[in-house]
């Protein structure tokens, strides 16, 4: 029997997600391939890449094939008044990647929460971006963070506008030395943005950082919005799970929690989410935002054992044999629970373990590898 | 076993200083310093497994997650936009990023500048922070001549000591970015092998 599911990793890793989100309560959302590509045109920033392919309907309308679902779930949510509609989705979107050639057709898979988002709602999306990690392999890692706490934090320290794209870049890349340089540059003292370079320098369990963190936050709107962090990490309480303030979103969109998830073998974050409430004001609608997505394109690359064999058995058979003979002999070798192919001459690619030959009705063993 | 930690150094002088300070940090490898040609050494042990790559390929090799951390020039990091983490300078390969042009060049705002360089990204971003029009030719080697022959106006190169530039009557016109070497690690590697890369740079910054 060939030791492999028949279903491939991200097949696997769907069925998955997808019982684990419906245990939630959550919907399926269902979208199509196209979309009017203005709402990408209006948000371009919030995707993870600009290139989108277009084309003209029949009516002349300027459609996409959809790089994004999350906008068009935001365009059509209709959340109960004072509750929260809860979505989530398997979709194919299309989009450029780094270093891939052309436009490539990705698995993603998801879930958005739409309405009053409040801290039991941020709660449970945590643990289900842990859950969902955890449905792809044993070796997770959930890392979060905050954009208001880092945005009241340099703001506090003195950085304005003008510094705030390079000083989130070097945030980003955990380059403490970066931000010494951009606050020198500022004029600014080590002493000064020192909270700053707490706040990247200082990650790991929420029990160990955050009290830390609060000794060092430099006003008190900070102060509670740590606190208010914590409590939400306390009731989420997973072991998996990193204060990171490394991770950031683009602060146009993003206004609360952030986070990102890596899963062992991959060498890029395969979860991507946070709060998004400002992207929803941006499209006129009055509601919280909150989700993410899972990129299971990236499973392609993982550490997988290498199979041995294609097929368990192939069949040869001369075209002279009665055909019916040739049926029952592979059926007979299939009953025992092989994958057989039959062929009329040796198939050169095809690495099988048994070789077998149907003579005159009988199926006989020509080949057996170990 | 101990899980290696996977290493990219820039094959020549600069990786094989980088490579005594990080066997002063603990992650030594003593085969790496035998007279052959091979490209790969391990330090079971240690848990350390070292490359020498292309200098300019370090950040790939690192972003891709073929090597954990993996040391490159700034120049690089500022050209290419890896995304990695950078999490240390290593106060070595110090440099500078700079405009170079014939001694005696004046600047002619009538006109888009001709700018020769290995650094399109660098060049263009620098020149258009200043409002600056330019037209970048892409070179891949002997910047220096480019102006001399009147292919372009100025470069943008690394510029070390300027004996390069002087024994080809340039001089430097304007100073972009200070370069060095730094240290660089692939996000997901940093949370799976955090304890290793943290002690590295922890020793490291104990040598400066």
């Known amino acids: ?370 | 076993m101990k899980p290696m930690l996977n290493i990219a150094l820039p094959k020549g002088r600069l990786g094989e200083r980088v490579y005594n300070m990080f066997e002063q940090a603990g992650f030594e490898c003593p085969a790496i310093k035998e007279n052959n040609r091979k490209l790969i050494f391990e330090n079971e042990q240690a848990g350390v497994r070292y490359f020498w790559v292309k200098p300019s390929d370090v950040a790939i090799y690192v972003q891709r997650g073929a090597a954990d951390i993996g040391v490159a020039g700034k120049d690089i990091l500022l050209e290419y936009c890896p995304d990695v983490y950078e999490l240390f300078d290593l106060q070595t390969g110090i440099c500078r990023m700079a405009v170079a042009a014939p001694v005696g060049f004046r600047d002619d705002l009538r006109r888009p500048l001709r700018v020769a360089t290995k650094f399109s990204k660098i060049a263009a971003d620098f020149y258009a922070s200043k409002g600056r029009e330019i037209d970048i030719v892409h070179l891949n080697g002997s910047i220096e001549i480019a102006p001399i022959l009147g292919l372009t106006d100025v470069i943008v190169d690394i510029v070390e000591t300027g004996t390069t530039l002087r024994e080809n009557n340039l001089e430097v016109v304007e100073e972009i970015v200070p370069i060095s070497a730094r240290l660089i690690a692939n996000k997901a590697a940093f949370q799976f092998q955090n304890q290793a890369i943290e002690r590295l740079v922890q020793n490291l910054k104990i040598q400066q």
């Not at chain 1, 801290?119 to 289900?128: F, G, H, R, S, T």
């Not at chain 1, 991959?266 to 946070?274: D, F």
């Open chain 1, 1 to 370: 029997m060939i030791e492999q599911n028949v279903f491939g990793q991200e097949e696997q890793a769907v069925f998955a997600l997808r019982s684990l989100y419906r245990t939630y309560g959550y919907s399926h959302y269902r979208m199509s391939k196209f979309e009017e590509y203005d709402l990408y045109v209006q948000n371009k920033n919030f995707l993870v890449s600009d290139r989108v392919i277009t084309f003209n309907d029949v009516n002349g309308r300027l459609l996409a094939l959809k790089p994004d679902v999350t906008l068009s779930i935001v365009k059509n949510a209709t959340p109960p008044k004072g509750g929260v509609q809860k979505l989530y989705y398997n979709e194919n979107v299309y989009r450029t990647t780094q270093g891939a050639v052309g436009y490539r057709e990705i698995m993603q898979v998801g879930l958005e929460c739409l309405g009053a988002i409040d801290d039991a709602c941020i709660c449970e999306v945590l643990c289900l971006a842990e859950q969902s990690l955890a449905c792809l392999g044993e070796q997770t890692q959930l890392c979060v963070s905050h954009m208001g706490i880092l945005s009241e934090v340099m703001e506090a320290v003195g950085f304005g506008a003008k510094e705030r794209a390079p000083l989130l870049r070097c945030v980003a890349e955990k380059n403490t030395h970066g931000i010494l340089q951009l606050g020198q540059q500022c004029g600014k003292t080590q002493k000064q943005i020192q909270p700053l370079l707490d706040l990247v320098e200082c990650y790991g369990a929420p029990a160990k950082v955050l009290p830390a963190l609060k000794q060092v936050m430099p006003t008190q709107k900070a102060k509670q919005m740590l606190c208010d962090f914590a409590a939400i990490l306390e009731a989420v309480d997973r072991e998996r799970l990193w204060v990171d303030f490394s991770v950031v979103q683009d602060a146009s969109y993003y206004n609360g929690i952030v986070f990102c998830g890596f899963l062992a073998g991959v060498p890029e974050r395969i979860l991507s989410g946070g709060q998004y409430d400002y992207l929803t004001a941006r499209m006129g609608k009055d509601m919280g935002a909150l989700g993410f997505a899972l990129y299971l394109d990236l499973l392609k690359g993982c550490n997988k054992e290498p199979t041995r064999y294609d097929v368990d058995a192939v069949l040869l058979y001369d075209k002279t044999e009665d055909i019916c003979a040739v049926s029952a002999c592979a059926n007979e070798l299939r009953a025992k629970g092989l994958c057989v192919l039959t062929q009329p001459t040796p198939p050169e690619k095809i690495r099988y373990r048994q070789l077998y030959q149907c003579k005159k009705g009988e199926c006989v063993c020509l080949e057996a590898n170990a």
